[in-house]
């Protein structure tokens, strides 16, 4: 089984639908990140979690939210999906080594597709 | 200034051939650097971790030059296995936001037989 988990895998939804994507580790770490990756533009961040109670916005939090349930989980909702959010979703938790952010590890990805 | 800015690539190099990344970031405090590498469609895994003056692992190298908040990933005798997007990745520092893992946009490269 893989340590970071994301589901679903693929969505298409409608413009307008609420969504959420969901990620779950089993690696212990406190850290957990939702990126976006779109052609040409890289891994964009979107929210971070420290821990159960820190939320905090990246670079792109508009259009977005997100819920940290448990240590181990950490979804992301998209409250009105629009079609510039049609993008592949990676979650991924790190931990935290004596010289800063330890390695990160990434879930599968979701695709998701908005019309 | 982008935060971590790679060069854009596609690098098309025949095998065996020696090609280098290079990759810059913006904030003198970051405290620690990445080299990701991600497979078309696939989750980015860790290359390399870059700490200090820089690693060697077989046939990559990382080197890091903080005085010019430079970094570079070499990869000798390449094989078609190594065709992938590298991702520069950096740590903006310590604590609270400062925690955060910086993406570059990833240099494709395309190792020819």
């Known amino acids: 089984d893989a340590d970071v988990t994301q589901t679903p895998r693929n969505r298409i939804t409608k413009t307008g639908k609420r969504i959420m994507l969901e990620c779950s580790q089993t690696?212990?770490?406190?850290?957990m990140y939702w990126y976006r990756q779109d052609p040409g533009l890289g891994l964009r961040l979107i929210y971070y979690s420290f821990d159960v109670k820190d939320i905090n916005k990246g670079e792109i939090s508009d259009g977005y939210s997100v819920s940290r349930q448990a240590q181990a989980k950490f979804s992301l909702s998209l409250e009105s999906a629009i079609p510039n959010q049609t993008a592949l979703y990676f979650c991924a938790t790190s931990d935290w080594g004596d010289r800063g952010n330890a390695e990160a590890f990434f879930g599968q990805g979701t695709r998701l597709t908005v019309v | 200034r982008k935060e971590v800015e790679q060069d854009p690539g596609p690098f098309n190099v025949p095998e065996g051939a020696t090609v280098a990344f290079n990759c810059t970031y913006s904030?003198?405090?970051?405290?620690?650097f990445f080299w990701y590498r991600q497979d078309c469609r696939k989750e980015p895994k860790l290359l390399m971790s870059?700490?200090?003056s820089g690693n060697e692992d077989g046939r990559f190298t990382a080197q890091l030059n903080r005085a010019s908040q430079y970094i570079s990933l070499l990869i000798r005798d390449s094989k078609l296995s190594d065709s992938a997007t590298y991702l520069c990745?950096?740590?903006?520092?310590?604590?609270?936001?400062?925690?955060?893992?910086?993406f570059g946009k990833g240099t494709k490269l395309s190792v020819k037989p």
């Open positions: 904030n003198s405090a970051s405290q620690s």
């Open positions: 870059v700490y200090s």
């Open positions: 990745v950096v740590n903006m520092g310590y604590g609270g936001s400062q925690g955060n893992l910086i």
């Open positions: 690696k212990g770490h406190d850290r």
